[in-house]
Nanobody
Framework: VQLQASGGGLVQPGGSLTLSCTASGSIRRIKTMSWYRQAPGKQRELVAVITSAGNINYKDSVKGRFTISRDSAKNTGYLQMNSLKPEDTAVYYC???????????WGQGTLVTVSS
C-alpha cells in the first residue's frame, strides 16, 4: 500500500477527529497532499490541500473548522476536524501528487460518520 489513510470513525455532532495519511517511501517528491470526501449519492469533492511550500486551501464549508497539515519528514499528512456536523459524514480520501512521478496516488478511504 503506497498511501494509507486512517483515523475515521463515529463521532457526535460538535466532536473532533484527526485523519492521518502516510505515504510509503516509494512515493518521491510529494508536491501536494489533499483530502477529498465523498458522501453517499454525491460526487467526490476537494476538502483541503497543502503544498510543499505550505500553501493551503480549504473548501468554504470547512474553513475555520478543519486544519490540514503535513510532516514531510514522516511523509504524513493530517486533517484535524473540529466542530463536526452531520453533513461532514463521508468517506474521506487522501491524495498525494508526486511531481517526480507526475501522477496522483490515492489512499483507500476512511469513513467518518457524524451522528448522535
Amino acid at each position: 500500500v503506497q498511501l494509507q489513510a486512517s483515523g475515521g470513525g463515529l463521532v457526535q455532532p460538535g466532536g473532533s477527529l484527526t485523519l492521518s495519511c502516510t505515504a510509503s517511501g516509494s512515493i518521491r517528491r510529494i508536491k501536494t497532499m489533499s483530502w477529498y470526501r465523498q458522501a453517499p449519492g454525491k460526487q467526490r469533492e476537494l476538502v483541503a490541500v497543502i503544498t510543499s511550500a505550505g500553501n493551503i486551501n480549504y473548501k468554504d464549508s470547512v474553513k475555520g473548522r478543519f486544519t490540514i497539515s503535513r510532516d514531510s519528514a514522516k511523509n504524513t499528512g493530517y486533517l484535524q476536524m473540529n466542530s463536526l456536523k452531520p453533513e461532514d459524514t463521508a468517506v474521506y480520501y487522501c491524495m498525494a501528487y508526486s511531481d517526480y512521478d507526475v501522477r496522483d496516488y490515492w489512499g483507500q478511504g476512511t469513513l467518518v460518520t457524524v451522528s448522535s
